[in-house]
C-alpha cells in the first residue's frame, strides 16, 4: 500500500488564521491529508475546508487531559472528522523520571490504547527526545515499547530522535511493526535548531526507505517553530510530493 502524505496543521500555529485557512493551505500543496490538534469539536467550517481540499484527517493530536477527562468530547470530534487515529503528542519527563515510572507509563498508555479501541479508534503516542534518554544498555524508549508489547502503537518524530543522539532509521526500522505513522522533522543536530524540511541533517533518502519497509501510513511534515510558517507549510509539501514520486516510479 502507498504511503500517504501530511502535513500537522501545528506547523501553521504562529501563523494568525483560523483553522479552516489553515486547512485550505495545505489543500494547495500536494498532500493527501492534514494532522489536526484537538481544541473541541471541530466547526462546521472546518469540515466544510476539509471537504471542499479533499483532505484527509491523518490523525487528530491530543494531550493527556483531552483523554482522561474529556474522552467523550474527543471520541466526538473523531466521528465528526471521519478520523480513526488519536496521537498523543506529548507526555513530559516526568512520565520517563526511571524504570518504575515508566513502567506506569507503559500501564497508562496500554489502558487508553484498550478504552479507545472500544471506540473503533487507534491510539499513537508521539516521540520526543526525553523517551530516548539512557537507562543503561537501553533507553526509556526501548522499556516503553517491551512493557506495551504490540499493543501500543507510535508515530516516531525522526528530527528529535536524532537530537536525542541515537540514529532515527534504525529505531524505525526496529519498531517499525508498531510505528502507524512518521514526522518527517528536519534538524540540525549540533545546535538542535529545527529546519524546514531538506535544510538540515535529515537523510531524507534514508528516511523513505525506512518508512518504505515498515508500510507505516502517514508521512507527515511538521516544523515547531519555523520564520515563515506558510513557506515552510509549501517546502515542506515539495519534498513529500518527492517522496510520492519515488514511490510511484518504483
Not at 19 to 31: D, H, Q, S, W
Not at 89 to 100: N, P, R, V
Not at 193 to 211: I, P, T
Request: aromatic share 6%.
Amino acid at each position: 500500500m502507498m504511503i500517504r502524505t501530511a502535513i500537522q496543521l501545528y506547523t501553521l500555529n504562529d501563523f494568525d488564521v483560523t483553522e479552516p485557512t489553515k486547512v485550505r493551505i495545505a489543500g494547495e500543496t500536494a498532500v493527501e491529508g492534514v494532522e489536526l490538534v484537538y481544541d473541541g469539536h471541530p466547526s462546521a467550517e472546518t469540515l466544510r475546508a476539509l471537504e471542499e481540499t479533499e483532505l484527509d484527517v491523518a490523525g487528530l493530536t491530543v494531550g493527556l487531559p483531552d483523554l482522561t477527562e474529556t474522552l467523550d468530547d474527543v471520541v466526538s470530534a473523531c466521528e465528526a472528522l471521519e478520523c480513526d487515529k488519536i496521537v498523543l503528542g506529548f507526555l513530559d519527563e516526568q512520565y520517563f523520571e526511571s524504570t518504575i515510572v515508566t513502567q506506569e507509563t507503559a500501564k497508562l498508555l496500554t489502558e487508553l490504547t484498550t478504552t479507545l479501541r472500544s471506540h473503533g479508534i487507534q491510539l499513537l503516542y508521539h516521540t520526543h527526545r526525553h523517551e530516548f534518554t539512557s537507562l543503561g544498555d537501553r533507553t526509556h524508549f526501548d522499556l516503553l515499547v517491551d512493557e506495551t508489547e504490540n499493543i501500543v502503537k507510535f508515530e516516531l518524530d525522526l528530527g528529535w530522535i536524532a537530537i536525542a543522539g541515537y540514529d532515527p532509521y534504525k529505531v524505525l526500522e526496529t519498531v517499525g511493526d508498531r510505528t502507524v505513522s512518521v514526522h518527517l522533522k528536519d534538524v540540525h543536530v549540533a545546535n538542535e535548531a529545527l529546519v524546514n524540511l531538506g535544510d538540515g541533517d535529515l537523510d531524507m533518502d534514508r528516511a523513505w526507505r525506512s518508512a518504505v519497509e515498515a508500510d507505516i501510513d502517514w508521512l507527515i511534515y511538521e516544523h515547531e517553530n519555523p520564520d515563515d510558517p506558510v513557506e515552510s507549510v509549501v517546502t515542506g509539501a515539495a519534498q513529500l510530493a518527492k517522496f510520492k514520486h519515488l514511490q510511484a516510479s518504483q
